[in-house]
């Protein structure tokens, strides 16, 4: 009779790339992946699963290393560290 949107949602912070993976993977079971680290689970509850680093990055003092963060972000549906601390050293 009732059913969930995006309205409502969790929003997890992780520390690391295999909390990250572990999160992703148990949520997305019987649910949806989505861009962004967005995702919905079974019941159709929306998560978003984000690296505390990606704040970091986003808020750098240098706007062009948080539009190349933001940028690969925008490209990936589960978080990886690693893809946005590359896009974020590049020169």
């Known amino acids: 009779m009732f059913t969930f949107s995006p309205a409502i949602s969790f929003f997890v912070n992780c520390e690391t790339q295999e909390e990250v993976d572990r999160l992703w993977e148990k949520l997305c079971a ?8 967005w995702l919905k689970n079974k019941y159709g509850v929306s998560w ?3 690296p505390t680093v990606l704040g970091q990055m986003l808020q750098d003092k240098d706007a062009e290393k948080s539009k190349r963060v933001m940028n690969a972000m925008m490209q990936m549906d589960k978080i990886d ?10 020169q």
Request: one cysteine or more.
């Open 30 to 37: 019987g649910g949806e992946k989505q861009r962004c680290g």
């Open 48 to 50: 978003q699963i984000v």
């Open 81 to 90: 560290i690693a893809g946005l601390k590359q896009a974020y050293e590049r």
